[in-house]
């Protein structure tokens, strides 16, 4: 079911049950799919899913993994409160190798999600991770990160608290995610989540 653009109504119209129809239930049950009973909105931002995904480069050094970029646009963080959550599958290969996950928005701060040297065959990390923004310049990260064999219990997890530096949520910013490691495709990134949390009234935080 598709949006009706609102009517504009005129003096003395002869309102019928069609137009009412249209106009309140229809129109209603569109913009509620949008819409928590709670007040609260939920919708998906960008999403990917990549078979073989994308890895980093070999050497060791920080891969912007471009092909996850997310746009996030200026004051669609308007309100204090208002929440980013990204949720990430990641591939590890069989190496001793330090691999690690970093995240970054605009020119804010590069921040550690995790690190591991785990040198197991099928190894998978889940993250998810929830960004809030405090004020027009700050914000605030916090998440988790489970890594394990594929379809096995987790071999261990790490719990974030952190922030992702200056951001100015008025201006266009980039959600970029990072992967390094020794060798090439030490971690790859699979399917990837941003949606938004939006209170209708903001929230002090």
Not at 30 to 36: A, G, R
Not at 99 to 122: E, H, P, W, Y
């Amino acid at each position: 079911m598709a949006f009706t653009t609102f009517r504009t109504w005129v003096p003395l119209e002869v309102v019928t049950a069609a137009m009412l129809n249209e106009q309140v239930r229809d129109n209603g049950n569109v913009l509620k799919t949008y819409i928590d009973n709670d007040g609260s909105h939920r919708t998906l931002v960008k999403g990917f899913a990549f078979s073989s995904g994308q890895g980093n480069a070999g050497g060791g050094a920080d891969t912007q993994l471009t092909s996850y970029d997310v746009t996030i646009g200026a004051d669609f963080m308007s309100q204090p409160g208002d929440a980013l959550e990204f949720i990430g599958t990641w591939t590890l290969a069989n190496t001793a190798n330090t691999k690690t996950c970093k995240f970054k928005i605009g020119g804010g701060t590069l921040v550690t999600l995790f690190t591991d040297t785990s040198a197991v065959a099928n190894l998978i990390g889940v993250m998810r991770f929830l960004i809030v923004r405090r004020t027009s310049s700050s914000a605030a990260l916090t998440g988790f990160v489970a890594i394990g064999a594929a379809n096995a219990a987790m071999t261990s997890h790490r719990v974030i608290n952190a922030s992702p530096g200056t951001v100015d949520w008025t201006a266009s910013q980039t959600l970029a995610i990072y992967a390094a490691g020794t060798t090439a495709n030490d971690l790859r990134l699979t399917d990837y989540v941003v949606n938004s949390m939006r209170g209708l009234n903001g929230a002090t935080v």
